[in-house]
């Protein structure tokens, strides 16, 4: 996979006003290394049509298949990990959201939510603060937030935005930034973030967030910085 060039967003104090520099993005992936320099790293991405695009690897070099048979041949775009647990997003099926949550690594892949409790949206991203904690954002200014592992996923969606967030980072079940395409109300990418766990959301609209038409990518350092 090549790098691509972009731009990333850095902010102090709640991100009320942001600075622009250029650095590589890789989107769809997720690792971790482990005591004794055991490595552990996931990609997803477009399926083939006949089995899902989940990749793993524990050296960084090779690379091999995981979840065919369990979890269908659509298009995942987002992948999030935290010990061994791992959560997948990608293209609705079935009438609502596709998250897929697997315990062991990668072994077993279970779906989480049902269409009483997910809309029927593509999700585009995840990000996951602990094991129980994880937030996904996809099209129509979807937020999806848990607080124990995903067996309850609440919706906390943004109500004044429309288009598709691209980007998720979190602190906490409270604090966490979601991102994404231009929002047509201001002209500029759509940024905004809470502090009360999607309850309401705070739109920021200062500095460089003014001259970018997309933000694909966030990580938040702490509550302070992103």
């Known amino acids: 996979m090549q790098p691509l060039t ?4 850095r902010s102090n104090f709640f991100s009320d006003v942001w600075k622009s520099f250029a650095l ?14 055991f490595f552990t790293g996931w990609a997803v991405g477009s399926s083939d049509g006949s089995t ?7 050296n960084g070099r090779h690379w091999f298949q995981q979840g065919a048979g369990q979890v269908p041949a659509i298009n995942l775009q987002g992948v999030a990990s935290v010990g061994s647990n791992i959560w997948i997003v990608g293209e609705a099926n079935g009438g609502y959201a596709s998250i897929y949550h697997s315990g ?17 949206v593509e999700m585009g991203k995840c990000w996951a603060v602990n094991d129980q904690i994880v937030w996904a954002v996809g099209y129509s200014g979807t937020v999806l937030r848990t607080a124990n592992g995903g067996a309850d996923w609440q919706n906390v969606s943004v109500p004044f935005f429309s288009n598709m967030f691209q980007a998720v980072t979190a602190v906490d079940a409270d604090t966490a930034w979601v991102s994404g395409q231009a929002d047509p109300m201001v002209g500029f990418a759509g940024l905004f973030y809470t502090t009360n766990g999607g309850a309401t959301w705070t739109q920021q609209t200062a ?7 997309h933000i694909l990518g966030l990580v938040a350092v702490d509550s302070q910085t992103v």
């Not at 972009?6 to 967003?9: A, L, S, T």
């Not at 500095?207 to 038409?213: E, I, K, L």
């Open 24 to 37: 590589c993005v890789i989107a769809a992936a997720t690792a971790r290394a482990n005591p004794g320099d």
């Open 52 to 58: 899902p695009n989940i990749l793993c690897t524990t």
């Open 104 to 120: 062991d690594d990668g072994a077993t892949w279970v779906r989480q939510g049902d269409a009483g409790s997910l809309p029927d």
């Open 207 to 213: 500095g460089g967030v003014t001259n970018v038409d």
């Open 6 to 9: 972009g731009k990333r967003q």
